[in-house]
T-cell receptor, first 115, second 111 residues
Framework: EAGVTQSPTHLIKTRGQQATLRCSPI?????VYWYQQALGLGLQFLLWYDEGEERNRGNFPPRFSGRQFPNYSSELNVNALELEDSALYLCASSLYSGGTKREQYFGPGTRLTVT | GQQLNQSPQSMFIQEGEDVSMNCTSSSIFNTWLWYKQDPGEGPVLLIA?????ELTSNGRLTAQFGITRKDSFLNISASIPSDVGIYFCAGRQTSGSRLTFGEGTQLTVNP
């Protein structure tokens, strides 16, 4: 069974540009989560999508946005890039039914560098 | 925002030694998780804990869900070189919602 996949692996942008990151969840998973991992730091929750709807949002400005498509894949968009947006962006997927034991499984990440 | 305090930040040990790391919070969590991240990769789930007091093993790894629901620890026995990496604790307050992560423990194992 294929795991969570993310593209691109690396992305280099200049300040002020927009970045689009993509994620395909594990087959059968309906929830997609996005996390930011700045260098040397832990993971910070960005966004959670389930069944095409945004369910929860972390403490990030509105220029971080995303969406989930009918096939449950997801995009993360970062507008007006700033230098401090340079980080590893991780996508995770899970089953979601409101019950327990619906754990998140992570993709390899997209390394975004803003110059 | 919520934070998990994970310690130690780094550990340097000899192959064969046992390792212990822990995570504490000011908030109660319903689920505690432990992940391992290798360089350039995403975190991999090692152990999941769902009940206060629960003790769960996965090979040489053992983790416990604290009775107060505000802490968890991970033990690695008889460490080997491939145990090298960053270990993260994570907590979840309600099913299917966001995870709150600790800042990680960088483990180095000297052969």
């Amino acid at each position: 069974e294929a795991g969570v996949t993310q593209s691109p692996t690396h992305l280099i942008k200049t300040r002020g540009q927009q970045a689009t990151l993509r994620c395909s969840p594990i087959s059968g998973h309906t929830s997609v989560y996005w996390y930011q991992q700045a260098l040397g730091l832990g993971l910070q929750f960005l966004l959670w999508y389930d069944e095409g709807e945004e369910r929860n949002r972390g403490n990030f400005p509105p220029r971080f946005s995303g969406r989930q498509f009918p096939n449950y894949s997801s995009e993360l968009n970062v507008n007006a890039l700033e230098l401090e947006d340079s980080a590893l962006y991780l996508c995770a997927s899970s089953l979601y039914s409101g019950g327990t034991k619906r754990e998140q499984y992570f993709g390899p990440g997209t390394r975004l560098t803003v110059t | 925002g919520q934070q998990l305090n994970q310690s130690p930040q780094s550990m340097f040990i000899q192959e064969g030694e046992d390792v212990s790391m822990n995570c504490t919070s000011s908030s109660i969590f319903n689920t505690w998780l432990w992940y391992k991240q290798d360089p350039g990769e995403g975190p991999v789930l090692l152990i999941a804990l769902y009940k206060a007091g629960e003790l769960t093993s996965n090979g040489r790894l053992t983790a416990q869900f604290g009775i107060t629901r505000k802490d968890s620890f991970l033990n690695i026995s008889a460490s080997i070189p491939s145990d090298v990496g960053i270990y993260f604790c994570a907590g979840r307050q309600t099913s299917g919602s966001r995870l709150t992560f600790g800042e990680g423990t960088q483990l180095t194992v000297n052969p």
